[in-house]
């Protein structure tokens, strides 16, 4: 081996010592601000997101707040009475209602075939049973209220639309979302069917959050 290629090897070596020596001491920088985080109060660290938060535009914060109501607005225990079609949908894969059950005109169900002929004040006792409430009913049929299938963008435009909405503003909204008892059978599932995934309290924040930041649509 040549001097200079000796002393190129080295040079080398010293260089990749260097740069493990470098890299070691940043983890334990990143681990001791990581650590140091982890020590700091729970209410500081509220304060810091909110302060974070606060910086960014209201456009962003409302459709994020979207976002996550989305979640709630399309999980079966809330889409299943918003479908496309004249028949609710059914269960955890959101199946198509048996018996031939249809909307009819106050969406309380067609001819003999009433929603409450199954659907009792209270849910039913057992494994699959159907859940209840005294008013279970779909959207009547000229107010159908579709939820099924609608991007978040295209949900958003019709919770928006009083044509499409029960002919609801904001506040009115608010109150469906927060206060109806047939909304909120939707957190008191029958027995075997699936949770929504956040309190009914956290989706009215962020339903309430997304309208007073100005409604803004997400982008797809």
Not at 57 to 82: E, G, T, W
Not at 166 to 186: A, F, M
Not at 200 to 215: M, N, Q
Request: aromatic letters at 8%; a positive charge.
């Amino acid at each position: 081996m040549s001097q200079i290629t000796k002393n190129q090897f080295f040079n080398t070596r010293k260089g990749i010592y260097l740069l493990l020596a470098v890299t070691a001491i940043s983890s334990v920088v990143v681990s001791f601000r990581s650590d140091a985080f982890n020590k700091v109060p729970a209410e500081k660290k509220t304060a810091t997101v909110a302060m974070l938060e606060a910086a960014e535009p209201d456009s962003v914060i409302s459709k994020k707040a979207f976002l996550q109501a989305y979640k709630v607005l399309m999980h079966p225990r809330c889409m299943n009475c918003h479908p496309t079609g004249d028949r609710p949908l059914q269960g955890d894969d959101s199946h198509i209602h048996t018996m031939n059950v249809q909307r009819g005109v106050d969406g309380k169900g067609l001819y003999a075939m009433k929603c409450s002929n199954c659907h009792q004040p209270q849910n039913t006792p057992g494994l699959h049973m159907p859940p209840g409430n005294p008013n279970w009913h779909l959207p009547p049929a000229d107010m159908k209220m579709v939820f099924q299938g609608k991007s978040p963008r295209e949900l958003a435009q019709t919770m928006l639309d009083k044509s499409q909405n029960g002919h609801k503003d904001y506040e009115g909204l608010i109150e469906h979302v927060s206060k109806d008892s047939l909304v909120g059978s939707g957190w008191n599932p029958a027995e075997g069917l699936a949770h929504l995934p956040m309190s009914r309290a956290e989706f009215v924040k962020h339903f309430k959050t997304w309208l007073d930041k100005g409604a803004y649509l997400p982008d797809k």
